[in-house]
């Protein structure tokens, strides 16, 4: 479930989009994308049952903005390393409103929503530190944003229809907690198999 490694195969769809934001700064995609994170966030923390609706737009959005800034950017010439530091920045922002966001509604036990945090925090935070260290930012693991942004655009639907058959909950767990808890398991495997690859290129450069 490594969507990452299928970048690519979105180009036919992303490009011509990207040609039409042509005269758009790219940081001012970034920001959009920003935008539809937080108000997902705001929308799972008010815990409405039908607005799951309007936080899967607003996922789908941030997801498909968030993709367009770095074509736009490409495309106009205009890649700077600013650039790159307020995508990753906002990027991390996104992560903790929208899973805080979930982590602080009915959909969700804190506890578990605090442990899914910490988990996609720490293998963000390790890909990051892998391009601290002169060895390229490693977007691989088995839980890249990609991946975060479909489950959180699938599950929530899941967590609708639970709502609406089974009083929410699907055996002990509602579907998002079931979500959060994958989060918290892959997101520290992410971060050790991100980890060990920069050891080994740290000992390789010596």
Partial sequence: MV???YRSSADPFLLPLAKRLRRVNPNTITWVAFIFAV???IIFYLSYIWLLLLA???IIFNALFDALDGKVAKLTNKT???GDFLDHTLDRYADVIIIGGIMLSVHCDWFIGLLAMLGVILASYMGTQAQAL???RDYGGILGR???LVVLIIVPLIQLLAYITLNGKIW???PMEYAMIWFAIAGHITAVQRGVRTW????KAR
Avoid: H, W
């Fill in 39 to 41: 108000l997902a966030g």
């Fill in 80 to 82: 700077s390393k600013r």
């Fill in 134 to 136: 002169g060895c390229g």
């Fill in 56 to 58: 899967v737009l607003c």
């Fill in 3 to 5: 969507l990452n490694n």
């Fill in 146 to 148: 990609a991946d975060r």
């Fill in 172 to 174: 002990l767990f509602t």
């Fill in 200 to 203: 080994k290129l740290l000992g």
